[in-house]
C-alpha cells in the first residue's frame, strides 16, 4: 500500500522560505511521478509542481515558478518542494501526490495522496 508522508510545513513571515518533504513507501518510487498540490479554504485544489519519473523533468505553476524548486531523492524515495520569497497567497494546505501513469497538473488523476501540511505565510 502506498503511503505518502508530508512534512515541514509551518508559519512564516512574508519573502521566507519553507522545505517541505514527503516521504514515500510502498511503491518503486522512481517509477512514480511526484507532484506538489495546494488547497487554500474555500478554493479548489492547484497544481504547485511536478517531478517526473523521466530525468531532469519537472514542471511549475506559474504563480510559483522562479520561486519553488521541486526535487526527489530516489534512493531515500523522498520529494521536496524548496520555497523560497513566499507571499500571503502561498498560504494553503500542501499535498503531496503520487502517480505510476500520469505526471501532469489535474490533481484529480494522482492516485495516491499524503494527508496534508499547512503553510500559512503571513504578511
Known amino acids: 500500500q502506498v503511503h505518502l508522508v508530508e512534512s515541514g510545513g509551518g508559519l512564516v513571515q512574508a519573502g521566507g522560505s519553507l522545505r517541505l518533504s514527503c516521504a514515500a513507501s510502498g511503491l518503486r518510487f522512481s517509477s512514480y511521478a511526484m507532484g506538489w498540490f495546494r488547497q487554500a479554504p474555500g478554493k479548489e485544489r492547484e497544481f504547485v509542481a511536478t517531478?517526473?519519473?523521466?530525468?531532469?523533468?519537472?514542471y511549475y505553476a506559474d504563480s510559483v515558478k522562479g520561486r519553488f524548486t521541486i526535487s526527489r531523492d530516489n534512493a531515500k524515495n523522498t520529494v521536496t518542494l524548496e520555497m523560497n520569497s513566499l507571499k500571503p497567497e502561498d498560504t494553503a494546505v500542501y499535498y503531496c501526490?503520487?502517480?505510476?501513469?500520469?505526471?501532469?497538473?489535474?490533481?484529480?488523476?494522482?492516485?495516491?495522496w499524503g494527508q496534508g501540511t499547512q503553510v500559512t505565510v503571513s504578511s
Open positions: 517531478d517526473s519519473w523521466s530525468a531532469d523533468s519537472t
Open positions: 501526490a503520487a502517480d505510476q501513469s500520469y505526471d501532469g497538473s489535474n490533481w484529480r488523476l494522482y492516485d495516491h
